[in-house]
């Protein structure tokens, strides 16, 4: 089993700064990619960012270019992907949620479509209001 836990959510000001964190324990493929969405009620579900097992490939959405960066440390017990959100706005504010995609090579791109993605996190909330 994999297990996904998400933190680093909160209340912060339009502009400022927020790191999510997704801590992925269990049996994480070496190959899987990580990407992270974020949910508004009423709302398609969106990918945010996402990352290969390196950490080497990223892709983001055109929202959040520029601003938010997605990392990854793969350590022995378990990885860690962060999503440092920078000059945050108002239409940042979501539930967001870190996945994994298990992928069948290296050479497969990364992918922010939530189609591909078996196992996701509890979610953290995100709030950017003054």
């Known amino acids: 089993q994999l297990q996904l836990v998400e933190s680093g959510g909160g209340l912060v000001q339009p502009g400022g700064s927020l790191r999510l964190s997704c801590i992925a324990s269990g049996k994480l493929g070496w190959l899987d990619h990580i990407g992270w969405f974020r949910q508004v009620p009423g709302k398609d579900r969106e990918g945010v960012a996402c990352?290969?097992?390196?950490?080497?490939?990223?892709?983001?959405a055109e929202a959040v270019k520029g601003r938010f960066t997605i990392s990854r440390n793969n350590a022995v017990k378990n990885t860690t992907v962060y999503l440092q959100m920078n000059s945050v706005k108002p239409e940042d504010t979501g539930d967001y949620y870190c996945?994994?995609?298990?992928?069948?090579?290296?050479?497969?791109?990364?992918?922010?479509?939530?189609?591909?993605?078996?196992?996701w996190g509890q979610g953290t909330q995100v709030t950017a209001s003054l």
């Open positions: 990352i290969d097992h390196s950490g080497g490939i990223t892709d983001y």
């Open positions: 996945a994994t995609r298990r992928v069948p090579s290296v050479h497969v791109a990364c992918s922010r479509r939530s189609e591909g993605y078996e196992y």
